[in-house]
Each structure stands twice: as C-alpha cells, then as structure tokens.
T-cell receptor, first 118, second 110 residues
Framework: EAGVAQSPRYKIIEKRQSVAFWCNPI?????LYWYQQILGQGPKLLIQ????????DSQLPKDRFSAERLKGVDSTLKIQPAKLEDSAVYLC????????????????FGPGTRLTVT | GQSLEQPSEVTAVEGAIVQINCTYQ??????LSWYQQHDGGAPTFLSY????GLEETGRFSSFLSRSDSYGYLLLQELQMKDSASYFC???????????FGRGTSLIVHP
C-alpha cells in the first residue's frame, strides 16, 4: 500500500513570497489533515477535511493560509505572503474510516515539507 | 480548547523500562493516541486508548485513566532505536479534532 505522498520535500523562499504544498493521501482515506510542526514542538493542526468538506480550520491563519481538497482526494496548502515565523515542517496526514472515529484512530503521515522563510 | 502536558525529556539505558506520562484537558474527550517521531522523520502511530485500562502492543503499552485525565506510554526492553520523540495526542472538542502535546524526547544510552 502506497503511503501519503507530499511535495516538495524542501522549499526555501523569501518573506512575502508565496508557496504551495501538495498532498496525496492513502487511497480510500476520507479524512485529510494539514499540520504545522515548528522545531521542538508537536504537530499543530491547521485544517481537517472529510472528503472535500472542511471539518475544522479554526487554527488556520486565514489571512495568509488557504487549503483546498478538490474531488476529495489530493489537497494543496498555500501560504501567501509568507512570514519568517512560517518556517516549519508542514505535514499531511490521512485516516480511515470517514468519521475519523476508527477503533485505532490511526493517522498516517507523509514525509513532510520543510519550509524555510528567509 | 485542549491542552496536554508531557515531560520534555526522559533518559534511560538500553534494556530498561521507561514510562512517559501525559495529562490532558479537553471537552468531549474521545481518546488518547501516542506517536513516535525520529529526527527528520514523520510521526508514526503507536497506540490508541478510548477506554480506561492498559493496551499492549509488543514492547509498548499504553494506559488511560479518563477520570484522572491521564495516560502513559510504557516502553520495555529499551533499544537504541527507541531514541526518538514521543507525542501524546487527544481527540476532543466539538469537531473531534486531534491536538498533540509538545513531545517527550527519549534518549536511550548503551
């Protein structure tokens, strides 16, 4: 079974530039998550999708961050314009079944995109 | 909101047993998960507790007490490869969203 795919793996941009990250979840996983992980901290949920609908985006800085999940499969996360404090690893995860209330509550994480804003 | 507390660092020797504690505050609690993350790697799922008690998976066990809002991860027969960060994560709130703790860095010495 293929895992969660993310690209790019690394990105360096200057502040005020824009950047986009792509995620392809495990086939059949209805729930998709985007996390921001700053060095030395735990992953922080930015947005959770179920199929192509947003479950929660309360921690997404909507003035600069946006995310979409067209057709309930792939997802993109965009930052425009980037700030220095956006430097972090952006993790995508997916889970099954659709409700997220699986007996194991297991989330499968992709390798992440390491973003450096200079 | 939801919050979790776990120790920042734990050290142990190879072959020993170590316990990583996690206390949480949340409304509408659904369950507590544990993840392992090696430096530069992605978090990987270890265990999940929705009900009180102990869940065992090989060398790892996880415990939950809902009345105490407390759980722990127990690692037995420690190996050098167990050196990693361990995160507890709680499902709760109205939207059932996951919240992760800041992580515990486990250092295993020979």
């Amino acid at each position: 079974e293929a895992g969660v795919a993310q690209s790019p793996r690394y990105k360096i941009i200057e502040k005020r530039q824009s950047v986009a990250f792509w995620c392809n979840p495990i086939s059949g996983h209805a729930t998709l998550y985007w996390y921001q992980q700053i060095l030395g901290q735990g992953p922080k949920l930015l947005i959770q999708f179920q199929n192509n609908g947003v479950v929660d985006d309360s921690q997404l800085p909507k003035d600069r961050f946006s995310a979409e999940r067209l057709k309930g499969v792939d997802s993109t996360l965009k930052i425009q314009p980037a700030k220095l404090e956006d430097s972090a690893v952006y993790l995508c995860a997916s889970s099954f079944p659709a409700s997220g209330r699986s007996p194991s509550d297991e989330q499968y994480f992709g390798p992440g995109t390491r973003l450096t804003v200079t | 909101g939801q919050s979790l507390e776990q120790p920042s660092e734990v050290t142990a020797v190879e072959g020993a047993i170590v316990q990583i504690n996690c206390t949480y505050q949340t409304s509408g609690f659904y369950g507590l998960s544990w993840y392992q993350q090696h430096d530069g790697g992605a978090p990987t799922f270890l265990s999940y507790n929705a009900l009180d008690g102990l869940e065992e998976t090989g060398r790892f066990s996880s415990f939950l007490s809902r009345s105490d809002s407390y759980g722990y991860l127990l690692l037995q027969e420690l190996q050098m490869k167990d050196s990693a960060s361990y995160f507890c994560a709680v499902r709760g709130g109205g939207s059932y969203i996951p919240t992760f703790g800041r992580g515990t860095s486990l250092i295993v010495h020979p």
